[in-house]
Structure formats: C-alpha cells, structure tokens
C-alpha cells in the first residue's frame, strides 16, 4: 500500500482520503512560497499584543509577565444576537442568530517567542490558562462549546507574530466537533469502547506512525491524514477536557507540544506554520463519556519551507488526498529531532 494509490478511512469525521504515493515522484513547478523568517526582538514597540502596548482597538494593554487572556477587540462572535427576523423562511434559505464569546490568549510576554522555544513550565502555565477559561465559559448556560487554537505564521493567516491563541464560544457546538462526537458516539455504542482509546492502543502497538511520546500523551501522523504533516496528540488516559486532567496530566500534555512543535522547527529548518486546535467534549450541560480529549495540527508545508500544500481540484470537489504516506511523514517527523532552535 506505500507506493500504490489507495484511500483510508478517517473513522473520527466518517470520510476517507485518497493516497498517491507514486506522485512524490513528480517533478515540482507550483507556486514557491518565501521562507518566512523575522528577526528575534522581546519586546516590539509597534506590536498591539506586546505588554504596556495600545491594542488596536484603542485598550491598553498592562505590563504583563506571563498569560494575558482578553476579549478580542474584532470579535467575530458577540453576547448578544438581534432578534431573529420573525417573518418566514424558505427552508432553503435558513439562518438564525449566533452568540458568543471570542478572546485571545498571549502566552508570553517575549515578541519573538514560539511554543517551539518556550520553556516547558512556561507552557504548561498556557495549558493552565486553557483550563481556565474552557471552565469559565462553558459555566455559561448558553455555551455549548469552546474552541481553543493557534494559527501559528503568516501562512495560516496569523496577524501578528507575537505568541498568542485564540478561544471562540459559540451557542451551539460547531461542525467539526459535532461531527466528530457523533463518530466517537456511535463507535462506543457499537464497540462498548473509546474510539481514541482504542486509536492509542493500537497506534502504540503498530508504532510506524508515532511521532513522540510521554507517559501521558501520544503525537501521531494519524492512519487517515490528510495535510502532508499532520498530527494528532491524544491522551493515552480516557479523558474528555482539560478540566479532568490533573497537574501531572497537564504537564505531560505541555512537554508534548513542545517536542512537537521542535521537531516540526527542525525538519525544513523554519519556524514552522500551522493550525492547533483542541478538542473536547461540549459545554452543554449533558454527560459525553465518548469524548476523548485531542489536539489536531494542521501544517501546509508540503517539500520544503518554501512548498506548501493547497487544497484544490479533486480535493475541493471530491475528497482529499495526499501523497507523502502518514507513515514517511512520521518517520521524518522523528528524524527531525527535538534539539531548540531559532530562526
């Protein structure tokens, strides 16, 4: 199956993803991104997220020393929603109000800082930082569900380099997530089982797709990736947030993102672009023993820091595909090693 097109199945979404590993094979004459590359400075005047700085909105921001956590100034989401226009719709036409909460979260106060290059303490105080505010907005009655994540460098549309994460809470529980407990759920009433308990177990006992692990969590280039470096970080214990991990479980958790995102640094030798999320069970009030707390990154860099991977034609109008195989990407990953270092 490594050097002959097949598709894999993603039992967590229900879809699959076309493999072509033959295709690695073809000569390269796409687009060729610059390698992205900013001078190391700890404290950026003109940065509306550095400590002491005016934001864009007009606020202030205090000297910070470690975690600031504020309301986005260009939230997408607000508390408060219209009333819905009480005329009839065509069913065809349907849409209603959407409330929510949008805040963002700095990790340090150092400009030029990544999870990559922070400290593991360090990040396990932004690991406690998510903890606290999962809590704190899913206490809302009208929060069914709350997104943390990172778009880490310019190519994944951050806009503004200074270390920082984002958290949306939405009134009712996104597609993705939604999705992805129906899969868990039904996979439990079939199996009796956890499906990501059972993804570790066997993951371990295969071994070709892990990435790094601790006693407590596990990165993996999951069996059905599609982005060409994809990972996921999974719990080994059957956990469903942050809230129910303990201080060992939240440690664990900020050293893997460390190794992690290093090893991604390391492997075309460039501050490495993605999106992180986290995913967990809802804010809805209601018991979900089938959600297996996971963080997914997603990164484009295809061949190198200059090449990345686009979404387009077949994947756009069919389903997705890759060409590296999740194993090669796995096994590159490991090669890159977990050594600090800047660019």
Wanted: charged share 20%; aromatic share 10%.
């Amino acid at each position: 199956m490594q050097n002959i097109p097949h598709r894999r199945y993603n039992p967590l979404r229900g879809q699959w993803v076309l493999v072509s590993p033959h295709r690695t094979q073809r000569p390269w004459q796409g687009e060729v991104s610059p390698a992205q590359t900013t001078a190391p400075i700890v404290y950026d005047p003109g940065c509306y997220l550095c400590p002491g700085n005016a934001r864009a909105g007009g606020h202030q921001n205090p000297r910070y020393e470690g975690i600031f956590v504020f309301d986005n100034d260009f939230a997408a989401l607000l508390p408060e929603a219209p009333v819905p226009n009480a005329a009839p719709q065509h069913p065809l036409h349907r849409a209603e109000p959407e409330r929510g909460l949008c805040r963002v979260v700095c990790f340090h106060p150092n400009h030029s800082l990544t999870l990559a290059q922070m400290e593991t303490a360090d990040i396990a105080r932004v690991v406690q930082a998510w903890t606290e505010q999962y809590v704190e907005l899913g206490a809302l009655d009208w929060i069914q569900h709350v997104q943390i994540f990172e778009n880490r460098g310019a190519m994944m549309g951050a806009s503004n380099p200074h270390p920082h994460g984002q958290i949306w809470a939405t009134e009712h529980i996104p597609d993705e997530p939604l999705a992805e407990g129906s899969m868990q759920s039904a996979y439990l009433r079939a199996h009796g089982r956890c499906l990501l308990c059972d993804t570790v177990q066997l993951e371990l006992q295969q071994s070709e797709r892990i990435i790094c692990a601790n006693e407590e969590f596990v990165a993996l280039v999951p069996f059905w990736a599609v982005w060409p470096f994809e990972a996921l970080v999974l719990s080994r214990r059957h956990c469903g947030a942050l809230p129910a991990m303990d201080a060992t479980q939240q440690s664990a958790l900020a050293e893997i993102l460390q190794r992690l995102t290093r090893r991604y640094d390391n492997l075309f030798a460039t501050s490495f672009p993605y999106t992180m999320g986290l995913h967990a069970a809802p804010t809805d009030g209601q018991p979900h023993p089938e959600w297996h707390f996971h963080a997914h990154f997603y990164p484009p860099l295809l061949r190198s820091a200059t090449v990345r991977k686009y979404m387009v034609g077949f994947e756009m109008l069919a389903n997705p595909q890759r060409d590296i195989t999740p194993e090669q990407a796995a096994a590159r990953l490991r090669e890159a090693g977990e050594a600090r270092r800047t660019f």
